[in-house]
């Protein structure tokens, strides 16, 4: 059974940083994409970041590049993201999920099979 665990939310200051970590167990996804997506109260969930199979592509939101940077490990199955330079606006429940096909990179939530069940991050100004 695939497993995404999250970790690293918390209460931070506007203009700090945090470090998400997601830990997938059960199954490699060495050859999967992988992604962070976020629901603040009342939005739908939105796009982060994506990083390829191999980690030499990424795809950002506008909302957060030059800010978060997404990274990944293949000897622990996991999936990394910085946030620095924390806003307000940052405030929600970060979700990491793993594409089930293999090579693509996709910021479309509906193509990412696998999800975790999240973890918060609030940011106070």
């Known amino acids: 059974q695939v497993q995404l665990v999250e970790s690293g939310g918390g209460l931070v200051q506007a203009g700090g940083s945090l470090r998400l970590s997601c830990v997938v167990s059960g199954r490699t996804f060495h050859s999967n994409c992988m992604g962070w997506f976020r629901q603040a109260p009342g939005k739908e969930r939105e796009f982060v970041a994506a990083?390829?199979?191999?980690?030499?592509?990424?795809l950002y939101a506008d909302s957060v590049k030059g800010r978060f940077t997404i990274s990944r490990e293949h000897a622990k199955n996991a999936v990394y993201l910085q946030m620095n330079s924390l806003k307000p606006e940052d405030t929600a429940v970060y979700y990491c999920?793993?594409?089930?096909?293999?090579?693509?990179?996709?910021?479309?939530?509906?193509?990412?099979?696998?999800w975790g069940q999240g973890t918060q991050v609030t940011v106070s100004s």
């Open positions: 999920a793993v594409d089930g096909a293999v090579g693509t990179l996709t910021a479309t939530a509906s193509e990412y099979d696998y």
């Open positions: 990083i390829s199979w191999n980690g030499g592509s990424t």
